[in-house]
């Protein structure tokens, strides 16, 4: 079956102080992957999303950068995190499958910068 | 397009009452909508979707409307319980890619 996995589930981390969260995926081949974030109380701010290996496009300009060294592995990253950071990350992928299409979230990071 | 910067809208309903939630679309391209359920600080889980060669799709208590000419989606829910509170996104993609475009989301409160 396919799976989405992302972690840690809850972060609290300094400003200034460097971010790395983690999505792998099982399952699937050649998913697209996504990278959300959402304030509390808000909508889904799509970040980054990547349809390869190596390939990541940016939707919103700001302070984190993504990167996919595998097919099935998405990372979120910052060298020095603000306090506007702050939010719920959620990763997702996209893949079609014989035919029908999947589009899954995983169950998201809760990331405070204090 | 994304609203993210806006509170989300709500929608208070009583535990037993049928409960519709709206949204507007405005890519006349787009052949496939979802509807996401998200509970509080999880992420959001699949409820149903329908293909623009439908108007009507029905799940277990929840049915899903579309109306292509003024392009708007509804989700109606059956005997509305109080599992049923959370934030409810509306999602499309176009015919040619694979990204989906996301509502601004619905509060659902259901009160006992």
């Known amino acids: 079956s396919q799976t989405i996995h992302q972690w840690p589930a809850t972060l609290v981390q300094p400003v200034g102080s460097p971010l790395s969260l983690e999505c792998t995926v099982e399952g699937t081949s050649n998913p697209n992957l996504y990278w959300y974030r959402q304030a509390a109380g808000r909508g889904l701010q799509l970040l980054f999303y990547s349809v390869g290996i190596g390939q990541i496009s940016s939707e919103v300009p700001q302070n984190l950068s993504a990167s996919r060294p595998q097919d099935r592995q998405f990372i979120l990253s910052s060298k020095k995190l603000l306090l506007s950071d702050s939010g719920f990350y959620l990763c997702?992928?996209?893949?079609?499958?014989?035919?029908?299409?999947?589009?899954?979230f995983g169950s998201g990071t809760r990331l405070t910068v204090v | 397009g994304e609203s993210v910067g806006l509170h989300l809208p709500t929608l208070s309903v009583q535990e037993g009452d049928n409960s519709i939630i709206n949204c507007a679309y405005s890519n006349s391209a787009s052949d496939y909508f979802i509807w996401y359920k998200q509970e509080s600080g999880k992420g959001p889980q699949f409820i149903i979707d329908?293909?623009?060669?439908?108007d009507k799709r029905q799940g277990q208590r929840v049915t899903v409307l579309l109306n292509k000419t003024v392009k708007h989606l509804s989700l109606q829910i059956a005997a509305t319980q109080p599992g049923d509170s959370a934030v409810y996104f509306c999602a499309e993609k176009e015919t040619s890619g694979s990204r989906l475009t996301f509502g601004e989301g619905t509060q659902l409160t259901v009160n006992p």
């Open positions: 329908i293909r623009s060669n439908m």
């Open positions: 997702a992928w996209s893949v079609w499958d014989s035919g029908v299409y999947g589009y899954t």
